[in-house]
């Protein structure tokens, strides 16, 4: 029993955040102020019982948004399992063990435990280095902010071996649920070491993009693909449209082609993002819209 309990425990500080979500069929927060002992009966039903679980990572200390663990969640079909090694082995290179777990689909999350908490900017950032470092997304690296607005928890994610699971699926592979987490507790990451990532992060920045704003455009004359995506950004050709990231992507590239300028552009992305809801509400919200912006005038070739 004292074993039980002890298992139960580790796994519980593995993955301890802020705040804890129902994932069984969509997410649903839990609680925004969890108290240990309710975080434990989670944990314990998501493990042994029918309702798995997610969990915020974010949560304060001393005025400081902290985590104590870092994540990536590679959803890029088959290609992820290779992203998922190479990140891996980078990390290992440094002295830092990772966890490649199979997620729900054909993805796969990466995860790193911390022996302390650290600072979510240095976690996410250390996490941003080492994908970038091997050619890995970034898209969904976690924890995916770095402070809160008063009210918001964040972005959740699914914990590894729940109970109700694919076969081969959410679970380290070759490790079963006691082996998997003595081990994770033995090889948690200092912060010493993990800080050592921040260097891959300074090193992989890229330089401040210099666009020629030549475009003086502000009306909402769209046309071709900015056109379609503003009239129906919900679909595509009759199929609804699930990747809004990319939406507001393609929406963005188009009106930089047809000669909007960078703040135009950016005001309307906003704009449409009001509408399909991807960075609304988010303390970042503002940064990642410009730097979606910033990324499309970088992939497009204004006329002379």
Known sequence: MARVKQLLED???????????????????????????DYLEYVAEHLNGDTPIGVYPLWQRNNVWMVNWAAVDLDE???????????VALLAKMNITAWKEPSRSKGYHVWVYLKEALSATVARNGMIGAC??????????????????????GNCLRLPYPKIRTKGRQVVAGYNLNEFVEAAMESRTTPSVYRKLLALHRATEPAPLRIKDKGTRIDGEFQGVA?????????????????????????????????FS??????????????????????????????????????????D
Not at 77 to 87: K, P
Not at 240 to 248: K, N, Q
């Open 262 to 303: 960078i703040q135009a552009t950016i005001d309307w992305v906003r704009r449409l993002d009001d509408r399909v809801g991807k960075y609304v509400g988010r303390a970042d919200r503002e940064t990642r819209i410009r730097e979606l912006v910033e990324l499309a005038a970088s992939r497009v070739q204004v006329r």
């Open 227 to 259: 056109k379609e995506i503003w009239e129906d950004p919900t679909s595509k050709r009759g199929k609804p449209v699930t990747d809004r990231s990319a939406t507001l992507l393609a929406f963005a590239g188009s009106l930089i082609w047809q000669e």
């Open 77 to 87: 079909g088959d290609i992820s399992d290779v992203h998922a090694d190479n990140l």
């Open 132 to 153: 970038r470092t091997v050619d890995v997304p970034i898209r969904e690296v976690y924890p995916k902010q770095t402070s809160l607005e008063k009210g918001k928890i």
């Open 11 to 37: 796994f519980a500080t593995l993955h301890e955040g802020g705040a804890v979500a129902s994932v069984k069929d969509k997410v649903h927060p839990l609680s925004k102020n969890v108290t240990p002992e």
